[in-house]
């Protein structure tokens, strides 16, 4: 089954107070703990030892369970991996991923780790931010590089320091980059993961964000603050006037496929294959949000 990924909310790693509210309370579908950029330098070992804890003891119901674990250009990544495997991640989200043999790299080492862990083998799952311009370049290499990748993300505030851009609110800047992530991971058959939305208060900036996320292709969005959820949610599952559309596009491509007509016009618009099949995913996605009781307004 597909996993449901709208909202992925991340959190310092150090901070027993935020896991443990997101993994009780929060309706985020993954929950990232930070061992990388959200933990100060001198607090890696604590924030290990409090994220194996928090996974070993909460009870995480359906929220993905994963952890955000060091660039591999640092030392700190392989000990975020074997001190943390014991409490048996859903996944592992690795930052700043620049090569197919940069993320191959991790593999490997998490294949010794599991089988010296006695950890199931390859039930480990990656997810591979593209935040660096190398990352950009060489996206085809790292979408293919291993099994073990279920999905892309893209961050945009690091990329936009590599590149040296200026951040503005419309987001040209990082555009190709957010593109090209997008279609990489459709090509691969991966789930897409749109960037995070830093200012945590304007609801609105964030949802037109995250809508045109949507509409480029992204299958959910990356959150920083239990209120940037509902919104992102919302935006990541269809609205009633699209599902309503999509219905009534499939119906009458159904009697027009009966009279043996391709292409028909509706409410003034050439509809062909492209439109059906976009009408079919976005049934299929309902179908499947709603099958495991997430609706609308959750
Ligand atoms: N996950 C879980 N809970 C969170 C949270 C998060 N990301 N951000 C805030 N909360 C909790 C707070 O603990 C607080 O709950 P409490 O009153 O029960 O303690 C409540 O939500 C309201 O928080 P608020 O006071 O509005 O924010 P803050 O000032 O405590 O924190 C940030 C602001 C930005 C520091 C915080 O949202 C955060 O840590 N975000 C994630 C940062 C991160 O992981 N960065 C790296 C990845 S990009
Ligand atoms: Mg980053």
């Not at 930070?34 to 604590?46: I, N, P, S, T």
């Not at 980059?177 to 208060?201: C, E, G, H, K």
């Amino acid at each position: 089954m597909t996993r449901v990924r709208r909202s992925i909310l991340f959190m310092p790693g150090d901070s027993l107070r935020k896991i443990t509210k997101a993994a009780t309370q929060l309706t985020a579908d993954a929950i990232v703990m930070d061992l990388e950029d959200g933990v100060a330098l001198d607090r890696k070992e604590e924030a290990r030892q409090i994220v194996t804890e928090a996974c070993l003891s909460l009870d995480f119901g359906h929220r993905e369970k994963l952890i955000r674990i060091n660039p591999t250009n640092t030392s700190w990544w392989m000990d975020d991996i074997t001190q943390t495997l014991d409490a048996k991640p859903d996944g592992y989200v690795i930052p700043k991923v620049e090569s197919g043999p940069d993320l191959k790299k991790i593999c490997d080492f998490l294949s010794e780790a599991e089988h010296t862990r006695g950890v199931e083998p390859h039930s480990i799952h990656l997810i591979a931010i593209i935040e660096t311009a190398r990352g950009v370049l060489l996206l085809p290499e790292i979408a293919g590089a291993t099994k073990r990748l279920s999905a892309l993300a893209f961050g945009s505030e690091d990329l936009a320091g590599d590149i040296g851009a200026i951040r503005t609110p419309e987001g040209w800047e990082v555009f190709y980059a957010r593109s090209a992530v997008v279609t990489a991971a459709a090509a691969y058959r991966l789930d897409a993961i749109d960037t995070i939305y830093p200012n945590f208060q304007d609801p609105e900036g964030l949802k037109k964000e995250a809508l045109f996320a949507r509409q480029m292709g992204y299958r959910g969005k990356m959150a920083i603050h239990p209120g940037q959820i509902k919104p992102i949610n919302q935006v990541f599952f269809p609205s009633p006037e699209e599902i309503k559309y999509a219905q009534e596009l499939l119906e009458i491509h159904e009697k027009h496929q009966a009279e043996g007509t391709g292409a028909f016009a509706y409410k003034g618009k050439m509809v062909d294959m492209p439109m059906i099949r976009s009408a079919q995913k976005i049934i299929e996605q309902v179908t499947s949000l709603q099958s495991r009781s997430i609706h609308h307004q959750d």
